[in-house]
């Protein structure tokens, strides 16, 4: 019987596995987190950890945003 939990996504995620995500460079989001105008983070210890969920919510509304011109 397969692990159910082996196939789930992990909800957190680095910096660099969320880039992955966004397929951003690492100093993109980095950038963005100094600006705070990048997808949700926050600090576990010494760590910046994103929300798998908080990725597709800020994707999502950039989506929903009128293109610039």
Do not use: C, K
């Amino acid at each position: 019987m397969p692990d159910p939990a082996a196939d789930h996504e992990p909800e957190l995620l680095t910096i660099t596995e969320a880039a992955d995500v966004l397929r951003a460079p690492v100093a993109t989001l980095r950038y963005w987190r100094h600006l705070g105008t990048g997808p949700n983070s926050f600090r576990l210890g010494r760590r910046v950890l994103y929300r798998r969920a908080d990725l597709h919510i800020w994707i999502d509304a950039q989506a929903d945003q009128p293109l610039r011109r």
